[in-house]
C-alpha cells in the first residue's frame, strides 16, 4: 500500500485528542491509499487545538512518519456530528485517584464480572477487540498480559481486558482468544458488556472505537493500574510498557522489595508521553535514555576536541 511521502487529502475529522496531538480522520482515497478512517499527527501541534470534529479538511500528508502527519491543513466547512457512533459520547473523564466504574460485565466463562468484585487485589485493566489484526496494537497487549500472568505467583493481582466490539466479542468469542493466548480465567478475566455502558466505559480512559471497514476498529492506547481500593493508580498510554515493569511497581506500592531500575524504566516512558504526547509512544525508558546519554556524550566529547584543536593552533 506504498504512497507518495507527499499528497494532498480530503476529510472529515471525527474527534481531536489535543493531548496526544492527534486527530482521527475519515479521509477520500488519495494515491493508492482507498478510503479510510485512521488517526494523523497534526503539525503545527498547535493547531490541534483549533480542530474540532465536524471540520472538513484539506491538507498535505507525509506518509513517512508513524502515525501519518498532516501539515498545512485548512478547514473548508463544519457540520454537526450526528449519527457517528461513539463520537459524541457525554462521558466523566476519569483521573489518577478516582475509583473506578462499576459497570456490568460478563467474562469468557459467561458469568458476571464487576470491578468491585476484585476489592483487596491490584489490578490491570487494558482494551482490546479479538479481531484485531496491527501485530503492535492489541496482539501485542494480550501477549504482555500472557508475561504478567506468568509473573504473578503469590501476589493478589487480577487480569482485565475489556472488549471495544461488544457486538461480535461475546464471552464464547472471548474465551476462544483467551486460549490463544493462555489466559485462566482466575487470574485473568476478558470483559464484555452491553454496547452503550461497555464503550462508554471505555471513553471514561479516554478510549473511542472508530470502525473502519478496511482496518478494524481504531482506538487509543491505555492500560491502567488499579489498587486494592478500586481507585486508579496510574494510566500508561502506550504500547511500550514492559510486564517486569508493571510487577515492579505493583510491588513498590505494597512496600515489597522491587527492582528500581524496572520501576525508574516504567516512570520514565510515562514522562517521556506527557512531555511529548504517543509521539513516542515506542520510547522504551532507560535503555532509550542510556542511547541518548551516549550521543550526547559522544557529541560533547567531539566538540571538546575540536575546541581543544582551535586553541592549540591559535
Request: glycine fraction near 8%.
Amino acid at each position: 500500500m506504498a504512497v507518495a511521502k507527499s499528497e494532498r487529502v480530503h476529510g472529515l475529522v471525527l474527534a481531536v485528542t489535543p493531548n496526544d496531538g492527534e486527530a482521527i480522520v475519515r479521509h477520500d482515497a488519495f494515491g493508492s491509499m482507498p478510503a479510510m478512517t485512521m488517526p494523523f499527527r497534526i503539525v503545527p501541534r498547535a493547531q490541534v487545538g483549533t480542530l474540532q470534529a465536524g471540520n472538513t479538511i484539506d491538507a498535505t500528508v507525509d506518509t513517512s512518519t508513524e502515525p501519518w502527519t498532516l501539515h498545512n491543513v485548512k478547514v473548508s466547512t463544519t457540520q454537526t456530528l450526528t449519527n457517528e457512533p461513539g463520537i459524541l459520547r457525554r462521558v466523566v473523564p476519569l483521573q489518577i485517584g478516582d475509583e473506578i466504574p462499576d459497570t456490568p460485565f460478563s467474562d469468557q466463562t459467561g458469568r458476571p464480572f464487576r470491578f468491585s468484585d476484585l476489592r483487596g487485589q491490584d489490578a490491570v485493566l487494558a482494551f482490546v477487540y479479538t479481531r484485531c489484526q496491527d501485530p503492535r496494537m492489541c496482539p501485542l497487549i494480550s501477549a504482555k498480559f500472557h508475561a504478567l500472568q506468568q509473573r504473578i505467583g503469590a501476589r493478589k493481582l487480577h487480569l482485565v481486558e475489556v472488549t471495544l466490539d461488544p457486538s461480535y466479542d461475546r464471552p464464547a468469542v472471548l474465551a476462544r482468544y483467551g486460549k490463544l493466548f493462555g489466559a485462566d480465567p482466575h487470574h485473568w478475566t476478558l470483559a464484555v458488556g452491553d454496547a452503550e455502558p461497555t464503550l462508554d466505559f471505555a471513553a471514561r480512559f479516554g478510549i473511542t472505537a472508530f470502525p473502519d471497514p478496511e482496518i478494524g476498529i481504531i482506538h487509543a492506547e491505555n492500560t491502567v493500574e488499579i489498587g486494592p481500593d478500586g481507585r486508579i493508580r496510574s494510566m500508561i498510554t502506550t504500547t511500550s510498557w514492559q510486564p517486569d515493569e508493571i510487577i515492579a511497581d505493583i510491588d513498590n506500592n505494597h512496600g515489597a522489595a522491587s527492582n528500581p531500575f524496572e520501576r525508574f524504566d516504567l516512570w520514565l516512558s510515562r514522562a517521556a508521553v506527557a512531555i511529548c504526547g504517543n509521539n513516542v509512544a515506542s520510547f522504551s525508558g532507560l535503555g532509550d535514555l542510556m542511547v541518548v546519554l551516549l550521543i550526547v556524550a559522544s557529541f560533547g566529547y567531539l566538540l571538546f576536541r575540536v575546541a581543544r584543536g582551535i586553541a592549540k593552533s591559535a
